[in-house]
């Protein structure tokens, strides 16, 4: 029988590698060199490019655009072993991501968990095909590390529920179709009063605004609900037992947020840093600059195998836990010392802000950026106590 496994590992891997070979366009094989470039589907999802738009239909055509997920749900039906040779041999060829969602990352493990067969059915396959483009409803001006604080309500209507309050920093939220949102249905406790629902974006009473941060840019926006109208059929889970699904939805907030940086395949800092720096006998001239470079791609590729090995024992039936909060921590952290030594490997250039020579300030406005990847999706002070008392033991006191 192990034999067999084997030879039919090997075989899945051959033709995954030739599907790959001849279905992949060439430009799909690049690194990305733009955000911009990646494709979130959604209601008004365009297409960066008409290579994109064929590797997409391709995908998802072949149902690996979500390849673990069930067939009934959109996916591939993909084995975790199955899923593993994809995405190495995705990487051998360099393949970038056919679509990008936090209804994948995000949402998608809840309802897998918690929603009924038949928001399981609707959901799910949409996501799969890139038909909605989630956002997320958590933080509050109010309650942001201390997310149970949360005050937007959601009164009990008969056959809906009304929807009063805002929520902040939400990504992408002029961009997204539908919002996974945690509201108030009962004001007697913090924790067991708060309710998961699905709220389309386009609904009367929704409105955004733009959050600007120090790079000058920004995903995030200030979100709005004033009296918002929510079919009862758009709660998931039970009523008043939102709180455990946030908190399970956040261990892969926080796994995908750790991975920051990682998105899609980039041109390595090593190579940059040739091109910046120049070479010696083929290898970076510059020897200190050389020798952080090499600690932190080890570190990423160390990192990166740890984040794989633990999406194995999820989809083995494991919950990731509180490991997640170690994820976040050091993720983001890496991608803080990359953003820094980036600005380092280009130097005097890296502070300039307008020109077309530095790509409109490319370089500095990703460093300020980094700034708030310690912040979001947990600061690092509140990951750090989560490690402290659940992952370690320590007590509280």
């Not at 297409?47 to 149902?63: A, G, H, T």
């Not at 990487?91 to 949402?107: E, V």
């Amino acid at each position: 029988m192990e034999t067999k496994t084997k030879v039919d590992l090997t075989s899945f891997r051959m033709e995954t590698r030739k599907w790959l070979e001849d279905n992949c366009p060439n430009s799909m094989r690049e690194p990305l060199t733009d955000v911009k470039q990646l494709y979130w589907g959604g209601r008004n999802g365009n297409y960066f490019s008409e290579d994109q738009k064929i590797w997409f239909e391709r995908m998802l055509e072949k149902k690996w655009i979500v390849p673990y997920w069930e067939t009934k749900y959109g996916g591939g039906g993909l084995t975790p072993k199955q899923n593993n040779i994809l995405n190495q041999e995705m990487a051998r060829l360099g393949c970038r991501k056919p679509h990008i969602n936090f209804g994948i990352s995000m949402l998608g493990p809840a309802l897998l968990k918690f929603a009924s067969e038949e928001q399981k059915i609707h959901y799910l396959n949409q996501i799969c095909k890139g038909e909605i483009r989630w956002v997320q409803g958590y933080s509050e001006p109010n309650a942001g590390s201390d997310l149970a604080n949360l005050q937007t309500k959601a009164e009990d209507k008969g056959d809906h529920f009304l929807v009063t309050g805002s929520k902040v920093w939400t990504s992408f939220g002029d961009k997204g179709d539908w919002i996974f949102c945690l509201v108030r249905t009962d004001t007697s406790s913090k924790h067991t009063g708060v309710s998961f629902l699905l709220i389309d974006m386009a609904s009367k009473g929704v409105s955004t605004r733009p959050i600007k941060l120090i790079s000058g840019k920004s995903p995030f926006t200030e979100t709005f609900f004033d009296a918002v109208k929510v079919p009862k059929k758009n709660l998931v889970g039970t009523l008043n037992d939102g709180w455990t699904i946030a908190k399970y939805l956040l261990t892969h907030e926080r796994q995908m947020i750790g991975g920051i940086g990682e998105t899609d395949k980039k041109k390595p800092l090593s190579e940059i840093a040739k091109e910046v720096l120049g070479k010696n006998n083929g290898s970076l001239s510059d020897i200190s600059i050389r020798n952080k470079i090499s600690e932190l791609e080890m570190n990423e590729k160390i990192f990166e195998l740890t984040i794989q090995r633990a999406m194995d024992e999820h989809k083995a039936g494991n919950n990731p836990g509180a490991v997640s909060s170690f994820f976040k921590y050091y993720g983001t952290e890496l991608g803080i010392q990359k953003e820094e030594l980036r600005l380092e490997v280009n130097g005097f250039n890296s502070t300039e802000w307008t020109s077309e020579e530095s790509n409109n300030g490319r370089e500095a406005r990703l460093f300020c950026r980094s700034k708030g990847y310690s912040i979001e999706g947990g600061t690092h002070e509140i990951q750090l106590n989560i490690i402290a008392k659940r992952v370690l033991g320590l007590p509280s006191k």
